[in-house]
């Protein structure tokens, strides 16, 4: 057994992992609209490893808890502001259909705070998660020993519709 991170040996995963620390720790996009959108991929593609991950990081950030469990039915939760609901639509889409609609990049525009490199850093970060989520679910990545297994209660997601 090698005592090397496993990005030393695979220079692709170093630079992966640069991005996404790029996208949580140095960016434009508030941190409350990156984690509401982590978390509906998480849920949407069901991800354990990635819903129990940012979990915790929600609440580092201090995402309310009951934000964080209502990206599970975003559309009928009344404590989501314009902007929640713009980047949660825009996850959505881009989920289901690879683009956001005009309605929804216009919603993004309005509503999002930071100008064109959050509206840049939100869509990097709805296709790196996307990413990040299929290979977890790909490679059956377990959840870590510290880590509950879909935070708070314990309710996965339906996993009839997911695709990836």
């Given at each position: 057994m090698t005592s090397e991170r496993p990005e030393s040996r695979i220079p692709m995963l170093g630079a992966f992992n640069d991005l996404l620390g790029l996208l949580l720790f140095r960016n434009t996009l508030p941190h409350r609209l990156r984690e509401l959108v982590i978390m509906r991929?998480?849920?949407v593609t069901g991800s354990e490893y990635e819903w129990g991950q940012h979990w915790r990081i929600g609440q580092t950030f201090e995402v309310p808890t009951d934000d964080l469990l209502a990206v599970r039915d975003w559309e009928r939760h009344p404590g989501f502001d314009d902007a929640d609901r713009a980047v949660l639509?825009?996850?959505?889409?881009?989920?289901?259909t690879g683009a956001v609609t005009d309605e929804t990049w216009k919603a993004?525009?309005?509503h999002v705070p930071g100008g064109e490199h959050a509206l840049l850093e939100l869509f990097m970060a709805i296709g790196a998660w996307r990413m990040v989520s299929g290979v977890l679910r790909s490679l059956e990545v377990p959840i870590e020993i510290f880590t509950e297994s879909w935070p708070p209660d314990g309710v996965e997601p339906d996993r009839s519709g997911i695709h990836g």
């Amino acid at each position: 057994m090698t005592s090397e991170r496993p990005e030393s040996r695979i220079p692709m995963l170093g630079a992966f992992n640069d991005l996404l620390g790029l996208l949580l720790f140095r960016n434009t996009l508030p941190h409350r609209l990156r984690e509401l959108v982590i978390m509906r991929i998480g849920w949407v593609t069901g991800s354990e490893y990635e819903w129990g991950q940012h979990w915790r990081i929600g609440q580092t950030f201090e995402v309310p808890t009951d934000d964080l469990l209502a990206v599970r039915d975003w559309e009928r939760h009344p404590g989501f502001d314009d902007a929640d609901r713009a980047v949660l639509a825009a996850t959505d889409e881009v989920l289901e259909t690879g683009a956001v609609t005009d309605e929804t990049w216009k919603a993004c525009v309005a509503h999002v705070p930071g100008g064109e490199h959050a509206l840049l850093e939100l869509f990097m970060a709805i296709g790196a998660w996307r990413m990040v989520s299929g290979v977890l679910r790909s490679l059956e990545v377990p959840i870590e020993i510290f880590t509950e297994s879909w935070p708070p209660d314990g309710v996965e997601p339906d996993r009839s519709g997911i695709h990836g």
